[in-house]
């Protein structure tokens, strides 16, 4: 069974509150004169937030929920300190970052498997009466009550880690190219927008060399103002370091697959100037749609016109695949 991709959500945690001290003298059948043994009380737990190189998505963080860490016991006689509230550790996926709702300020970015940050202090335990005797006052009653929990509510954002980036118009080819480098399994279809959710693939050129491939949904004009799918995913393109731009030339002529590429990079460039300036690599799919000669042909005459050097594959019969994957290995080692 599938599970829903979220990429954003909101968090309301609370710490757990200290136990409050005791106010306890001993009564001891042999010590008629026994003196204050009440103990302090236990620490509430804190909240702390861990990337889970399992989980994939911010599903569980919708609808504002709330999270609450165990509360510490109450101190007791005899000098018994409280037990400590359990912490309440909640996961979250690699790629995540935690924002402050209150002031919009970045509290962590989670990037590395098991990372992990506290980010609710449980309450101090209160003071037990023992702790209050001196050689003045040798039976006091007063004891502290434990300190409250902290409140607080993040702003929650996912952006996927991968080395490499896949533009391109719906129905480029980017998922087809994506199944035939890794074992991801996208959905693959003749109509537009088969792809609805960010996929992300490990391509392996040997056993010491992979490459994380990320796939978004397809773009197109007007992206950048709410139009189709893909400026909402275009923020996992954001951790990638180099772009590869897939370009289609079934039943299209050279003017308009020109005109695509001008398309897709404005898109990008509202998005991020920064994306935009990343180092992206040209690549026409399909060539198993032409012939050879027409292949180098159009290769040749959109490099011309685009001033950018352009490789060509076919991602169905995985002509030119391999040669591509060792250039993105090369490109992500410089």
């Avoid at 300190?147 to 991968?162: D, M, N, Q």
């Avoid at 920064?274 to 690549?283: G, K, T, Y």
Wanted: a negative charge; glycine letters at 12%; one cysteine or more.
């Amino acid at each position: 069974m599938s599970v829903r991709f979220v990429d954003e959500g909101h968090l309301r945690v609370i710490s757990g509150r200290g136990g409050d001290g005791s106010v306890s003298f001993r009564r001891e059948k042999h010590t008629p004169r026994g003196g204050p043994d009440g103990g302090d009380g236990g620490r509430g737990g804190h909240v702390i937030l861990r990337a889970n190189a399992h989980m994939q998505t911010l599903l569980d963080f919708l609808g504002r929920p709330i999270f609450k860490a165990q509360t510490g016991t109450a101190g007791s006689g005899k000098n018994c300190s409280g037990r400590g509230g359990e912490d309440l550790i909640l996961n979250l996926p690699i790629g995540t970052e935690v924002y402050d709702t209150e002031d919009g300020s970045l509290v962590v970015d989670l990037t590395e498997p098991d990372q992990q940050i506290i980010v609710a202090h449980g309450g101090s335990g209160g003071r037990g009466n023992l702790s209050y005797v001196n050689a003045t006052h040798q039976a006091p009653r007063e004891f502290t009550a434990g300190e409250a929990g902290l409140e607080r509510y993040f702003r929650l954002e996912l952006k996927l880690i991968a080395d490499i980036g896949m533009l391109g118009l719906p129905n480029a080819g980017k998922s087809t190219f994506l199944s035939r480098v890794s074992r991801a399994h996208p959905k693959i279809a003749d109509y537009p927008f088969t792809t609805l959710k960010p996929q992300l693939g490990i391509a392996e050129l040997d056993p010491m060399r992979r490459i994380v491939v990320a796939d978004i949904p397809g773009l197109i004009e007007g992206a950048s103002e709410g139009v189709g799918l893909g400026i909402a995913f275009l923020k996992h393109l954001e951790r990638t370091r180099v772009l590869v731009h897939l370009l289609d030339p079934h039943d299209r002529d050279l003017d308009q697959i020109v005109e695509d590429h001008r398309v897709i990079r404005q898109e990008v460039a509202s998005h991020s100037s920064e994306l935009a300036a990343r180092r992206c690599l040209n690549v026409l799919n399909k060539a198993d749609l032409m012939l050879p000669e027409e292949a180098e042909q159009l290769r040749v005459a959109l490099e011309e016109r685009l001033g950018e050097s352009v490789l060509v594959i076919s991602a169905v019969t995985g002509k030119g695949v391999t040669a591509l994957l060792e250039q993105l290995w090369s490109a992500l080692q410089r």
